[in-house]
């Protein structure tokens, strides 16, 4: 590696004694590639277009044969095809300049000789078609706009390790198109969903990142420290409380997309920096959440697909609504014959858990901590197409508003789409002294070593306490909803830097090969 990286620094500076930089400051292509593919699908084999074009991108691969050379150039949107010829560059010295000044190279054995691929290049030239009919710029004048020290990847192998893909991103986006594409459909996706607020008179607004009391959710938080205030913080695991706080303040209709910090487990659908939207409307319920939830997911499927059925690692997903709705208790008895709505006490529900094979967690020291244990192991995974669960237990849902008809239950529910939960939402609790109760209880086991358990947000219940009117709210993880969207098995496919543990690459170890 360090004699190939030599070799190329050998060039640079014998490009820029021929005053090509090698690190140009600008250049000005008139086509994209992938416009001019599609501008001239009519060019037949062999003919030439008096159509002079600029173009600009990195080479990806190069030919050279004789008196011929064929290099492909790839720019953001696709490649095409340079056609080299010997006596067209061997002309004349062609009289022009880039954007920014720098004179033209016509050379063939310059161009063939000093550029490799990964380097950046310019060129200007005709169109042409070659017998073979592959699209091609037949080059007259180019640029050297970057000389690349380091190779791209061997290009039958590419990036075969996946460590190395998530590590060196910028090279797993050279040479993969589909890795490029998952983050176009990412940011597409992104796009309609505000554009979809939006039109529906939600405004997004901004809440805090640092916080000094975390909340909205069970998460250990990533704590962090403000020096000149002296004052310990944390990053948020959830925008919840503060959106509440807009609500209790007048705004009827509110949401952020932006990022979430969580102190947990790295897995194909965990990573401890994600992204969520999170939607309240006041004068709505879980019902009217659920509505909301179709309508938004379905819409930007088909803006970003093209369709609400897609499939997914092999399965067809069908997400055109209404979608299934079922409550847990429901859920659980139809998969494994437990109905939780008969035990009196935990004791009963986990012998009978137990009599099923099924697991019950100590921590799990209710009958309805038990139901969402036995819900976990027994129907979670089989929710392929989307299902809304409903009516949590009240003891795994401290921010959602007791049921109105079902003792022991809140208007909660949760979407599951390929066996991973996808949104959550409630019909918010607005009762202060109910709120206190629960984030105390919730705090009380905190104490007890439950790192994830909320804590007492004093601020929180005064704004609930101003008064905070009826509201439905709702959260949708992002980087789920593209995992599914996009084909994508895991999590850091569709994260373009996801977290990894620190990695050092042995001196010499080419790019692509195994790190530790």
Known sequence: MSELRETRLEKARALAELGQGPYALRFDPSHRTAALQQDHADLAKGEERDLEVAVAGRVMTRRVMGKL????????????????????????????????????????????????????????????????????????????????????????????????????????????????????????????????????????????????????????????????????????????????????????????????????????????????????QAYADYTDMMDLTEQLIASVCEQVCGSTTITYQGTEIDL????????????????????????TSREEAAAAMAAKGLEAPALADSVGRLLNEAFEQTVEADLVQPT??????????????????????????????????TANAFSELTDPVDQRQRLEAQQDRRAAGDLEAQGVDEDFLQALEVGMPPTGGLGIGIDRLVMLLTDSPSIRDVIAFPLLRPGVRPEGQPQGHQEP
């Open 69 to 280: 050379a064929f290099f492909t150039l790839a720019d953001e949107t696709g490649p095409i095809q340079l056609y080299l010829e010997k006596s067209t560059l061997d002309g004349p010295p062609p009289e022009v300049a880039s954007a920014d000044g720098a004179a033209a190279l016509g050379s063939f054995a310059q161009i063939t000789s000093l550029v490799d691929a990964g380097d950046l290049i310019g060129v200007r030239g005709t169109l042409r078609r070659t017998d073979r009919g592959e699209l091609s710029v037949k080059v007259t004048a180019w640029w050297m706009l970057t000389k690349g020290l380091q190779p791209l990847p061997d290009k039958w192998h590419g990036l075969a390790d996946v460590e190395t893909r998530y590590r060196q991103r910028y090279l797993d986006l050279i040479v993969s198109p589909q890795t490029r594409e998952t983050f176009r459909r990412r940011a597409r996706m992104v796009s309609a969903m505000r554009r979809w607020l939006d039109e529906r008179d939600f405004l997004e607004i901004e809440t805090p990142v640092l916080q000094s009391v975390p909340g909205g959710a069970d998460a250990r938080p990533f704590e962090t420290h403000h020096n000149a205030l002296d004052l310990p913080l944390t990053l948020r695991i959830a925008t919840e409380l503060h959106l509440k706080r807009l609500v209790v303040g007048g705004f009827e209709r509110v949401y952020e997309l932006g990022r979430i910090f969580r102190n947990e487990g790295i897995s194909t659908r965990h990573n401890p920096e994600f992204t969520s939207v999170e939607i309240y």
């Open 320 to 343: 055109t609504p209404p979608w299934r709705r079922g409550t847990m208790h429901e859920l659980v008895e139809q998969a494994c014959g437990l109905d939780f709505n008969a035990f």
């Open 388 to 421: 809304f669960v409903t009516d949590y237990p009240v003891e795994i849902s401290p921010l959602a508003r007791n049921h109105r008809s079902k003792p022991g239950l809140v208007e909660r529910f949760e979407l599951f789409i390929v066996g991973r939960e």
